[in-house]
């Protein structure tokens, strides 16, 4: 065998090769949109709520933080024209009973090989701090997770004093929604807790050279707010 039988046959290997790595990891992958609404339920000065958690939260340090300046397709967030929740976000801006906290959401790739990323969730409104992941994992079935903490910092205030004459902050209370659902693509989910609630939309979309423009699905309209 020449030489240049050789190279030529080793040549077509490796291009074979590449096409089946290729083939395979376009199979193996799979690609969502995942988008969120988290909301505060406006709870009544004369009703005392007890707080439900008595652990406090801990993200992981593996936690994806969602950068919207990033090149990169995989955890990149999703911009205004992406996202599908608008009609629930004006839904809540009618409501006294709810204030929206975040609205936000990202693309990412699903491998059934690789460990599942929590994406970090936080925002801070006035003494109000959310912090907390939501992790899409696929196995069989599509699941969501959430561990989501609203931690509420309070003024101890004295009789004849306002809050700005050398406040007094006493220990935050804290508030944990710590959940796992089977989820479906194109559905809206919704998660709830006494002092806040999560929407969530999570929806199957075509591969990262399109993966900005998520495929137009008929979702469900969620169950009513309470």
Known sequence: MTHLKLTSILLGSLLSMSYVTANAEQKTNRWYSVE?????????????????????????????????HSTQTNFSSLTLKQQQLHGA???????????AMIH????QALNTQIKPLPVLVRQQVGRQQL???ITLHRGKYL???LDIQLSEQDLLTNRGHTE???PTFLSPTLYRLKQTRRIKSGEINYF?????????LVTEIDAPYSASQPTVVTVEEPAQLP
Not at 104 to 107: L, P, S, T, V, Y
Request: a negative charge.
């Open 104 to 107: 936000n959401g990202w693309i």
């Open 143 to 145: 699941h969501l997770n």
């Open 36 to 68: 969120y609404i988290i909301f505060e339920n406006i709870i009544s000065t004369e009703h005392y709520l007890e707080p439900w958690s008595k652990e406090p939260l801990h993200v992981p340090n593996d936690a994806i933080v969602l950068n919207t």
């Open 89 to 99: 976000a004006n839904r809540l801006k009618q409501l006294a009973a709810y204030q």
């Open 192 to 200: 709830d807790h006494p002092r806040f609630g999560v929407i969530c």
């Open 131 to 133: 912090e907390g992941t």
């Open 164 to 166: 700005t004459d050398n």
